[in-house]
């Protein structure tokens, strides 16, 4: 080691050596501590709490009515809570599940079957409403569901 500190040679090391224990105990006053700023500023409280922006509930969509003729028909109408993009047997066609109080599949919820004739431009988003119309029949798990004839989608 060549006793250098920042490039300068001290003659008297065991004195350069007290000299910097002496000038780093240095700073210190004899009043109270100061408040350091700090990174992230302490919260100020506002006079009165800001209220959440009112979203206006968008109307529901009519329940279609079912026709004349369609055996075993069943209408829904509700938000959906689950969207099936790509089909797993490649068909092309969309499957929903709506929240409704009339469910047709489970208590509360049905399955929708879109098929591609009736599959809109663009695919709807959970929390959009739906409203379909349409025989039920068994899905590929054997759960009950309406094959739409009419389907309807609203932001």
């Known amino acids: 080691m060549s006793g250098e500190l920042f490039g300068l040679r001290p003659r008297n090391p065991p004195l350069a050596l007290l000299g ?3 000038l ?3 700073g210190g006053g004899d009043g109270p501590e100061r408040p350091r700023a700090s990174a992230t500023p302490a919260p100020t ?3 009165e709490a800001t209220k959440t922006p009112h979203r206006p509930r968008g109307r529901p969509l009519a329940r279609p009515p079912c026709r004349d003729g369609i055996a075993g028909c069943r209408s829904t109408s509700g938000r959906i809570v689950y969207v099936e993009r790509v ?4 068909d092309g066609d969309l499957h929903v599940v709506v929240s409704d109080r009339r469910g047709v599949t489970l208590r509360g919820l049905t399955a929708i079957d879109v098929s591609k004739a009736l599959r ?3 695919d709807p988003r959970i929390g959009e409403r739906a409203a379909a119309m349409g025989p039920v029949q068994t899905g ?3 759960q009950s569901q309406i094959h739409a004839l009419v389907f309807r989608t609203r932001r």
């Open 20 to 22: 910097a224990i002496v």
């Open 24 to 26: 780093a105990g240095c």
């Open 45 to 47: 409280l506002t006079p």
């Open 87 to 90: 089909d797993p047997d490649g």
């Open 120 to 122: 809109p431009r663009r």
């Open 140 to 142: 590929s798990y054997g």
